[in-house]
């Protein structure tokens, strides 16, 4: 099989730091290509990368050896630069979130669907070994019936902000923060409907974007969902899931290093404690393996599409009813 080619448009740290490298060591692809306004950026990646670089997107579009584009520019031009990628008839790979509304959401995944292309959202933490555990210790009962989970993540204000101050740019901390521990709840309980009870946004007064939030879920199966977001704020970075027979804990499971080995610890009925140690690994090389799995595999590329609506559905509805507090 050849290796597919992927171009990624948007240049920012994150995907210079993490993105283009992950793509670099998977079997299977090969990164042909950069894009960027930034022509000075363009011209270091693609020197460094030994591949093609654009300032031009519609350049980089009509190239008939693309075969997929990641697209890392920020989230409030994800649907319409998801759209020209679809369009040009390519594989859309995004970062999180595929869009910041449910019904443009929606639209991608059926262009996708109805031309044969996959569509991924890059969650990458899904991928890891220490989220796998912890499905695992959820469908095989190991912690009993869970009764309840505490999910937060926080983080620092950053020295290049970019586009988290613009509100018309997808900036704020929901959509950048919050879409983790919605993710985190609908991948540990797959088959389950939800409700959302409560759900606030606060945006400051002297803030253009929405800093924080909150929102407590119910799940069919009797789960309740506490989940916390922050910008500019003390870091926190973790879950914490309460069972009848036993509790777990663990950090770091949204932003780690590749070479960041996991501990996850636990609670019995008596508050005696144990722990256990996870395998590091790259997250971002992990999901970008499983992305690849979509473009040959149409239950695959199903199961992608059916994740990224059931998320999409209930972070449109955490973000009407939050704002509307």
């Not at 923060?177 to 939800?194: E, K, Q, R, S, W």
Request: with cysteine; glycine share 8%; charged share 20%.
């Amino acid at each position: 099989m050849r290796l597919l080619r992927v171009s990624v448009w948007g240049l920012g740290s994150h995907a210079i730091t993490k993105i283009l490298p992950a793509i670099s060591m998977v079997n299977g692809l090969k990164l042909y290509g950069v894009c960027s306004r930034n022509i000075k950026t363009v011209d270091s990646s693609a020197r460094e990368w030994n591949c093609i670089g654009w300032s031009d997107p519609a350049l980089m579009l009509r190239d008939p050896m693309v075969d997929i584009v990641y697209v890392a520019t920020p989230i409030g031009l994800h649907y319409q630069h998801g759209k020209q990628v679809l369009d040009a008839k390519k594989h859309l790979w995004c970062e999180k979130p595929l869009t910041c509304k449910l019904q443009d959401t929606l639209e991608l995944v059926d262009i996708a669907e109805s031309n044969g292309l996959s569509i991924c959202e890059g969650l990458m933490f899904l991928y890891h070994p220490q989220y796998h555990k912890l499905i695992y210790y959820i469908k095989e009962f190991q912690l009993g019936k869970i009764l309840s989970l505490d999910c937060k993540f926080g983080i620092p204000r950053l020295v290049n902000e970019s586009f988290r101050t613009n509100s018309s740019l997808g900036g704020g901390a929901f959509f950048d923060v919050g879409c983790y521990p919605v993710a985190t709840i609908l991948g540990l309980f797959t088959n389950v409907d939800t409700q959302l009870a409560y759900a606030k946004i606060f945006t400051p007064t002297d803030s253009t974007v929405d800093t924080r939030g909150q929102a407590l879920v119910t799940l069919s199966n009797g789960v309740h969902a506490n989940l916390e977001w922050r910008i500019n704020s003390p870091y926190r970075n973790e879950i914490n899931i309460w069972g009848e027979e036993r509790s777990l804990f663990t950090e770091q499971l949204f932003s780690k290093k590749s070479n960041y080995s996991p501990i996850i610890y636990f609670k019995d009925t008596h508050g005696i404690e144990s722990a256990e140690n996870v395998l590091a690994g790259d997250q971002f090389q992990l999901m970008f393996q499983q992305f690849l799995g979509t473009t040959n595999c149409a239950a695959m590329a199903e199961v992608e599409r059916k994740c990224i609506i059931r998320r999409a559905a209930l972070m449109d509805e955490i973000w009407s009813s939050g704002r509307s507090q």
